[in-house]
């Protein structure tokens, strides 16, 4: 079946280290996005990429780094510069158009800094 | 920038109607999405509006005005499982490539 695949959903570290949240797409979309949500809040953009070896900051990129090395691969590294860490991670894909095309999202990573 | 409001919370009973309201101020406008998402899951799409007017699917209908800068979405027939945030998305087409910027997310309760 096709989708995205976000591992591992709960995710505990020490403040201090840094860690690599990962996803995995498997719809042929060039286009991936990762997001934050903090409780009772909406989504906000990390870092975006529309195409393999490309990526553009998000609203919300201090803190956090972004690879695409391969189209269905586009893991986030979570740094120690990110001051606030603690937050649910959703990755999405979708095709890269102008047209109207819905972002597909995965089924998160829960990350926990203590 | 961009500024998407939309209400925090919301109550409704069994079989009744809700309309929730989005109201945003954005340039390069280029499309908006609602999406459901059920507490500690994924969001999941739920219409699209593009141009003005009303899109119609089922118990759930999106209605756009472009001039206003309003959106509103319809649940009918409201059942238990419609308990979600629904989430407002505005597309912003960017010299980069197309981004989605969301609401805050509207809690509804859905009582019996």
């Known amino acids: 079946d096709g989708g995205i695949t976000q591992s591992p959903k709960y995710l505990f570290r020490k403040e201090g280290q840094n860690v690599t949240l990962s996803c995995e797409q498997n719809?042929?979309?060039?286009?991936m996005y990762w997001y934050r949500q903090d409780p009772g809040q909406g989504l906000r953009l990390i870092y975006y990429?529309?195409?393999?070896?490309?990526?553009q900051k998000g609203d919300i990129a201090e803190g956090y780094s972004v690879s695409r090395e391969k189209k269905e691969s586009f893991p986030l590294t979570v740094t120690s510069a990110q001051k606030n860490p603690t937050a649910f991670y959703l990755c999405?894909?979708?095709?890269?158009?102008?047209?109207?095309?819905?972002?597909?999202f995965g089924p998160g990573t829960r990350l926990t800094v203590t | 920038g961009q500024n998407i409001d939309q209400p925090t919370e919301m109550t409704a009973t069994e079989g009744a109607i809700v309309q929730i309201n989005c109201t945003y101020q954005?340039?390069?406008?280029?499309?908006l999405f609602w999406y459901q998402q059920h507490a500690g899951e994924a969001p999941t799409f739920l219409s699209y509006?593009?141009?003005?007017g009303l899109e119609e699917k089922g118990r759930f209908s999106s209605f756009l005005s472009r001039s206003k800068g309003y959106s509103y979405l319809l649940l009918k027939e409201l059942q238990m499982k419609d308990s979600a945030s629904y989430l407002c998305?505005?597309?912003?087409?960017?010299?980069?490539?197309?981004?989605?910027?969301f609401g805050g997310g509207t809690r509804v309760l859905v009582k019996p």
């Open positions: 999405a894909s979708s095709i890269a158009s102008t047209q109207y095309y819905e972002q597909y």
């Open positions: 719809l042929n979309h060039d286009a």
């Open positions: 990429s529309q195409i393999v070896n490309d990526f």
């Open positions: 954005t340039s390069g406008f280029n499309g």
């Open positions: 509006n593009v141009l003005d």
């Open positions: 998305a505005v597309r912003v087409l960017k010299a980069a490539g197309n981004k989605l910027t």
